[in-house]
């Protein structure tokens, strides 16, 4: 029983410290000056009551105490204490153990002032007792709530009475009681405080005039500041003629050299002519103190400057289907801008998507567009175009007041053909299947429909002028349960191998029906096995997806 009334009270014990600490942390969110800090030694008589061995009664003990505590530290108000006091113990009864105590204590507190030379501290530490007693001498960590009542009698002479509760953690008795009355001095310790930051600020030019003549556009505003310690922050506030801030500008640390300033609000609206503008800088140091500095910005006469219209654009591309394919017919893509100007062009920018709408090649320059941009059908990072599919092209022109007129249009290819000894190469990902299908006619896109149409009557074009060549069709997959081996190892035998069999297998039928001879056409089903990119690559996989034609010259 006597176990767990000392838990619970430990408990109730941890629940004071806890509630003592986020009081001081709440007293201290207030932001103070620097305070000064006072240091205060003491010396005191110490009276010690402790439970009796038998717990019946308490003992008593008498000592003294001596320590030094400083106020003020970090925050005002803000009270540590070391102490170290000795009492003796007089038992009541002859055979009762002596006990000597030793008590080392480390405090916090907050000086409450009650009066102007009353003082209400309370207190918490911890620290270590030592029990030297006729059977041995024992030591035990303490936790120790208490409070003082200081009163200032002469100048720095402080009278104080305390009491103070010592919880052992292990020991022969618990709690330890403990009462003084004592005096301390106060000497304070008054910290170097540096003096305020000095700031001007100096304008130029004398008359600001911002209409784009070229000719006092920009007002420069420069500081000159002389700081004693750290700058925290800085405020530049432009006032109109009504002290309404027009626009401001903030920054933390040192303040810059000097503010350049366009004459617009921060809603983009123009100072108005022959007008003052008050200019004020405000700095914070590191103490917290402001120094406030201010000037005027005169504003000229401004021009009137019609502003031109806005460019036009337009792009025209040739030839109609783009091979990249090195065999010097379409070989390189011609975009021809064509840009109507009312002013001078800034810079432009020329932006390719890949079928899937990311971002393929770009070109940019500053000035005039050029007459004529050719590509070679290469992405930024070196890859080629697909067959078969659309690319589209951005151009985007910026004239000097950063108007921005653009154009698109779309790059068809062609059917890419790669020689290599006596075999043709070309692959198709714009071949489009139902999901999980091997038909070619999509019931909810007729345009789809029509494009794989459109494309296997340019393969028959294209087969019919190698008619000294037999045609192998590979049709590939692409996994979705690539990260699982065994689930990639299902996948592949019970889906995509005898779909892309299927695959290839409809698209030999469709060209068989459009004139091309059966015997000259064979058919293979890889599924994934022979991916063109890694299956995590999400941006690309797409092109896993694809319908391949191998031409091999027949042998004499």
């Known amino acids: 029983m006597l176990t767990v009334k000392r838990i619970h009270f430990r408990r109730k014990v941890l629940f004071v410290i806890i509630f003592f600490i986020a009081l001081l942390n709440s007293l201290s969110a207030e932001v103070y000056p620097r305070p000064v800090v006072t240091i205060c030694p003491f010396l005191a ?25 400083m106020a003020n530290i970090f925050i005002h108000h803000l009270y540590a204490q070391l102490s ?40 918490i530490g911890t620290g270590v007792v030592f029990q030297h007693t006729t059977l041995g001498i024992y030591y035990s960590p303490v936790i120790n709530i208490g409070a003082s009542l200081d009163i200032n009698l002469i100048k720095n002479h402080h009278l104080f009475f305390s009491f103070d509760t010592s919880f052992l953690i292990f020991g022969l008795h618990e709690p330890l009681f403990r009462f003084q009355l004592g005096f301390m001095n106060h000497y304070q310790v008054i910290p170097e405080i540096p003096e305020k930051t000095i700031a001007a600020i100096r304008i130029n030019p004398p008359l600001f005039s911002p209409d784009g003549d070229g000719y006092n556009d920009l007002a420069e505003i420069a500081f000159d500041v002389t700081s004693f310690c750290k700058i925290k922050h800085w405020y530049l506030s432009i006032l109109d003629p009504h002290e309404n801030i027009f626009i401001s500008f903030t920054g933390k640390g040192s303040v810059p050299e000097k503010v350049m300033w366009d004459g617009h609000s921060v809603h983009g609206k123009l100072v108005e002519p022959e007008t003052n503008y008050n200019v004020m800088l405000q700095l914070y140091d590191e103490l917290n103190r402001e120094t406030i500095t201010r000037s005027v910005i005169i504003t000229d006469t401004l021009s009137v400057r019609e502003i031109p219209k806005e460019s036009k654009v337009s792009i025209r591309i040739t030839p109609r289907l783009f091979s990249p394919d090195n065999d010097n017919n379409n070989d390189l893509a011609e975009i ?18 890949d079928p899937e709408y990311h971002d393929f090649y770009f070109l940019s320059g500053e000035g005039e567009v050029p007459k004529k941009i050719t590509w070679d059908g290469h992405s930024t990072d070196g890859d080629l175009v697909e067959s078969a599919m659309e690319y589209y092209v951005n151009l985007s022109v910026y004239d000097e007041y950063n108007r921005k007129a653009e ?48 494309i296997l009557n340019r393969l028959v074009e294209l087969f019919t002028q190698y008619k000294d060549y037999t ?32 695959r290839a297998q409809v698209v030999k039928d469709s060209l068989v029906i459009l004139g091309i001879e059966e015997d000259r056409i064979s058919v293979f089903g890889y599924g994934g096995d022979v991916p063109l990119v890694p ?12 319908v391949e034609f191998v031409l091999i010259r027949n042998s004499l």
Not at 54 to 65: A, K, P, T, V
Not at 92 to 121: A, K, M, T, W
Not at 537 to 546: C, S, V
């Open 45 to 69: 008589s110490s009276m010690l009551l402790y439970p009796s061995p038998s717990e019946d009664f308490l003992e008593m003990g008498n000592g003294l105490m001596l320590g030094c505590g």
């Open 84 to 123: 170290a006091d000795f009492e003796i113990s007089n038992p009541r009864i002859e055979d009762i153990n002596y006990h000597n105590f030793y008590n080392f204590v480390l405090s916090l507190g907050y000086q409450f002032p009650l009066l102007d030379s009353l003082l209400l501290v309370p207190a």
């Open 336 to 353: 021809w801008p064509d840009v109507t100007a009312y002013c001078r062009i800034d810079r432009w920018t020329l932006t390719i998507l």
């Open 407 to 454: 154009a698109n249009q779309v790059i068809y290819t062609d059917i890419l053909v790669m020689k290599k000894d006596d075999r043709i190469n070309t692959r198709i990902q714009s071949i489009t299947f139902a999901p999980y299908s091997a038909s070619l006619f999509i019931n909810d896109s007729v345009e789809k429909t029509t494009k794989n149409i459109e």
């Open 471 to 502: 045609i192998r069709i590979e049709g590939h997959a692409n996994h979705l349960d690539w990260e699982d081996p065994e689930k990639k190892r299902i996948e592949q035998e019970t889906i995509l191998l005898p779909l892309s069999l299927k």
């Open 535 to 546: 299956f995590d690559d999400i941006d690309n996989r797409w092109k896993n997806r694809r």
